[in-house]
């Protein structure tokens, strides 16, 4: 049994202090993890930390699944994350329907992973990715290179598109969480918090 190969890149930023968010971009080849602080306001997110899980092309799914499952438990505890977002896989038809439920046998282990350790998995979509990478008009085909210009552009790392996309769904669960808070908040719902109002109005 081969063990996952981990590239780890460290990175410091000042920004906001928030709540701790792993994104993960799930893939067999290579799946994109990045840790972001965010208070889920667009421009006050903190880079934390991004890294990718690689697994052996020629060890049984059963095996790269558990492996890239565990990582990602692992990598949230380590960084004690309150919220994780897993980005739901995008299938073409050309894909085929076997590549499809590979994909939905690994994001269903990656949940369970999740939820094993106290975390309640956030879908994120790929439309939500992109924009909050600020990519949504975009082609598909140029969306890769235009998420690392997004990540290096407007947070100064230097990635791969794999925790590119991490860092999307990452800084797209952190907004989804507050836009969730502010609603609970508005339905006058128990200990939910949606932050406070600056006199120019809602942030």
């Known amino acids: 049994m081969s063990q996952p190969q981990v590239n780890r890149v460290a990175v410091e930023q000042k920004g906001a202090v928030g709540m701790i968010v792993l994104g993960i971009d799930a893939s067999f080849t290579r799946t ?34 558990a492996l890239i499952a565990e990582r990602c438990a692992e990598i949230a505890a380590a960084f004690k994350a309150q919220s994780a977002g897993v980005e739901m896989p995008f299938v073409r038809a050309a894909y085929g329907y076997d590549t499809g439920q590979r994909l939905a046998r690994l994001g269903g282990a990656i949940d369970g992973a999740l939820v094993g350790i106290g975390l309640t998995p956030v879908p994120v979509t ?4 992109a924009k909050a990478l ?4 975009v082609k598909r085909e ?3 290179q235009a998420a690392v210009e997004a990540v290096l552009t407007r947070w100064g790392v230097n990635v791969g598109h794999d925790e590119a996309d991490a860092i999307g769904v990452a ?3 952190g907004r989804a969480q507050r836009r969730k808070a502010n609603k609970g908040a508005q339905l006058g719902l128990p200990g939910v918090n949606a932050g406070r109002k600056s006199k120019r109005g809602r942030r």
């Open 32 to 65: 994109g993890l990045a840790v972001v602080e965010t208070d889920g306001v667009p421009g006050r997110e903190r880079v934390i930390w991004t890294g990718t899980v690689g697994t052996d092309a020629a060890d049984p799914d059963a095996v790269r699944i």
């Open 126 to 129: 790929t439309g939500q990715v």
């Open 134 to 137: 600020g990519i949504g008009g």
């Open 142 to 144: 140029h969306k890769k």
């Open 171 to 173: 800084v797209a669960t």
